[in-house]
């Protein structure tokens, strides 16, 4: 029962360049959720998929950032003409969809490795 | 909006030894959860704790333990007998349903 799956888990790219990140939810699930970590920070939300639908895209950049979660495959983040600013950790999280922690209710996310970032 | 304040950069504790690590955190959602996470020097994040708002008691997963006080809006995670393993940096969060809201986290070295 494999786990959330993320490549590469490591990244270079020149300034520039594009980055495409890729995103396999564990078995079952259908929502996926992209988070970034910039050196020394916490976790960032920055867009929610579900199958071939954005959800929420309100923590992703108005440029050059996008998302995908095609009906089959895995979801893709995709960075064009990367910056030194976009280095960071790119982490996924799927889950599927059911509400736990009531009353609390929330999505249990589990998280995948991440995939690091570095644009030289 | 919620936020999650984590004011301990950095912590050190005796091998052996309880730490706590504290979190505040502001939200206007009647019904919510606090959550930890720890991440080691591999950079998974490995969930440690949940609890929920209106849970009567604090939650407990074994040598982990959550001081939920609401009043004060803070959840603070204890850590008892701590373990070399423990070593690694720790994150509170918070969600708004569909994503989580997370500090800036403390780094935890524990000392043999």
């Known amino acids: 029962n494999a786990g959330v799956m993320q490549n590469p888990r490591h990244l270079v790219r020149r300034r520039g360049q594009e980055a495409r990140l890729r995103c396999s939810p564990m078995k079952g699930h259908s929502h996926v959720y992209w988070y970034r970590q910039l050196p020394e920070e916490g976790l960032k939300f920055m867009v929610y998929?579900?199958?071939?639908?954005?959800?929420?895209e309100s923590g992703m950049p108005k440029e050059r950032f996008s998302a995908e979660f095609p009906k089959e495959g895995p979801s893709i983040l995709r960075i064009q003409q990367v910056v030194r600013g976009d280095s960071a950790a790119y982490f996924c999280?799927?889950?599927?969809?059911?509400?736990?922690?009531?009353?609390?209710?929330?999505?249990?996310?589990?998280f995948g490795p991440g995939t690091r970032l570095t644009v030289l | 909006a919620q936020k999650i304040t984590q004011t301990q950069p950095g912590m050190f504790v005796q091998e052996k030894e309880a730490v706590t690590l504290d979190c505040t955190y502001d939200t206007s959602d009647p019904s919510y959860g606090l959550f930890w996470y720890k991440q080691p020097s591999s950079g998974e994040m490995i969930f440690l704790i949940y609890?929920?708002?209106?849970?009567?008691q604090n939650a407990t997963e074994g040598r982990y333990s959550l001081n939920f006080q609401k009043a004060r809006k803070s959840a603070n995670l204890v850590i008892s007998a701590s373990q070399l393993g423990d070593s690694a940096m720790y994150f509170c969060a918070t969600h708004n349903f569909n994503k989580f809201y997370f500090g800036s986290g403390t780094k935890l070295n524990v000392k043999p």
């Open positions: 998929l579900q199958k071939e639908n954005i959800i929420d």
């Open positions: 609890q929920g708002s209106y849970d009567q």
């Open positions: 999280a799927s889950s599927d969809g059911r509400l736990a922690g009531a009353p609390g209710s929330y999505n249990e996310q589990f």
